[in-house]
């Protein structure tokens, strides 16, 4: 015998003392904190009030008063969603490295520079009574389970070690101007305009940064709506699905909030109070964001140790704005700001020193989500956008009465002599702001007779727009074939429009395919390698589906013809992040000279590169390449996803994903459709809707990432509105 009796007994008693001590952990710090989702409780509310959970664990709060309805809605969401969103305040704010360490200090140094903290405490002091209110209402609701629930709050709170602050109105600010600063910074881009100008042909600049199209995959989304002559029902159906930064948890919360003279339904952001996305009884609307340029970089003459700077001719103070950036386990940082008649000092480059001036920091916040929520009709509809400060967005909407419609919104400033495309000498007053562009002279549009509207970041102006125009708008090829689909067949029903948001055809692609295919005819490749190659791409359809090998290749063939192109526009010195797909599509439409000496060579070339790299990633075999395996996506949680050995299975994936920056679905390892919403106006308990995990944070929740097999696998569920069917009931009474 190897092992005596009472030593086994000794080796079984140790793994189940192990064992017990493992499940005692998982049961306090992991299933103890789930939220209290049914029975009775007491809440500082005016009336009675229920919380209903749905099958996938959507809150339905029914209330006596908005007041009460949006308390809950913050109660609801911090039962949910408390570490996001104090992550997300403190990522805003520039207070993460408090409690993650080191890691975040450049994060936080961002957030500082951005002076979004200031900002947002501005912000506050200049809101709207309305607007306090609801703010003011949802941070007690946070507050509300924070004070009964400080010893059962999520894992991440304890495995940092710290316990959440209380919910204040600059929170959810703050949340708000983190979902601005992801949609609007562009002076990136300008200055990598900038770097260009000084070392290529300007006509070559002017070739790669089309005035009236964007760069590469970026945040963006699809939103169209059909009116009742192209549909089954013959009433309107409004689909949505915003391509944003990939989140675990969710980006979204789903949620429905119901009270006397307010019952509304759809997407919110973690911290931030009302729906965003969504409809209520009498109309729906989505978003896509809009891409108008709201930043501005200004070269400022000035002296960096005392603040004094050129302006207009004399010489003006900088504020001077000192704080302290505090870090877990390393001393703190003293951070210093010095703020111009433009905005901080953001960066510094060699001798150079540029200001920021950005809308988010211009803007009195009004923020009137809790009115959008309550409209009932186009006009109600438009008074409410014509208030909303930004990030400037695409609105699309549709009502129980057969409407349809469409309005720009936002902030948009009107620049004197300039496009605001590079940065500009700040002393000089030669691209000074002139106020906003008014709301009545955005795009927008009323039942068009096509019966059709679609936005996909495209540039909305028209050519001869009264004012300048610039932004990162996106390339045509998701909006074309969003249009050539809603075209190819009427009667439409909610769930086809699910398909649609699915679509994965790249035109874009499909023609650098055949491209490649007719100059590889003209320039046989060597190797067997290449001849398999081009049989794949002259057989392919356009598809970038998962699970194929074409897309692979037209992926990496496309990769290395966008460094070819910036390789020659500046002698290999320029980052190719910012060429814009058309850019490709018209060179080699037009093929001008100057480029390259044989447009048909680069083609072949760039096959030859593209095949030699995935032979690298997935072996000789090319028809045996899967580009779901390249389009590869991991979702990983912040901090619980960081733990040895279970870390994993708290994560996402790896998933292989089918769709690319040129096609409806606009994926990427960085981005993609963030939610789904189709409604129908002729029933809307006909509407679907998912999100892309779940909407609980907690990972021994059942709502923690119940709804991704769904939303990988292109399906959705009904957005539950009249007919609720209720599977957990938490019944609040007023406190006494």
Known sequence: MLFSTPLLRAVNLSIAVLLLALLGAVYWYVWRPLPETSGNITAPIHGPATITRDSHGVPHIRASSWEDAVFLQGFAMAQDRMWQMDATRRLAGG???EVVGPLAVEGDRDARRLRMARIADAQEQNMTPSTRAVFAAYARGVNAFLETNRRRLSPEFTLLNYEPRPWRIRDSILAALQINRDLTSSWRDDMAKYHLEQIADPQRVSYLYPLRTG????????????????TASGKPILANDPHLNWTMPSTWYQIQLTAPDLDVVGMTLPGVPAVIIGHNQFIAWGVTNLGFDVQDLYREHINMQ?????AQGHVAQAAIERDVIIVKGAPPIENLTLVTRHGPIFLSEGTESYSLRWTAADAELDFPL???????????FNAVLARFPGPGQNFVYADVQGNIGYHAAGHLPIRKNCLGDVPVDGFRDECEWQGYIPYDDLPHVFNPSSGVIVTANQNPFPADYKWPVNGKFASKYRTQQIHALLSSHEKWQPVDMIAVQKDVFSSLMHFIARQAVAASDKHPGSTSQIKDAVDLLRAWNGQMEKGTAAPMVIALLYDDLRTAVSQKAS?????TSYLAPEVIERLLRERPPGWFADYDAQLVHSLTAAVAAGEKLHGSKVSRWDYGQFNQLTLRQPVLGQLPLIGKYLNVGPSPMSGSSTTIKQTSQRLGPSMRMVVDLADLDHSLANITVGESGNPLSGHYKDQWQAYWSGKSFPMEFHNVEAKKVLTITPAR
Do not use: C, F, M, T
């Not at 760069?215 to 192209?230: C, F, L, R, T």
């Not at 809790?370 to 006009?379: G, P, Q």
């Not at 002698?571 to 980052?575: N, R, T, V």
């Open 306 to 310: 005392n603040g004094q700077y050129e």
């Open 95 to 97: 207070d993460l490295a």
């Open 215 to 230: 760069g590469e995959v970026q945040p963006g989304s699809n939103a169209w709506v059909v009116s009742g002559a192209h």
């Open 370 to 380: 809790l009115d959008l929520d309550r409209a009932k009709n186009w006009d109600e």
């Open 571 to 575: 002698a290999g010195d320029w980052q």
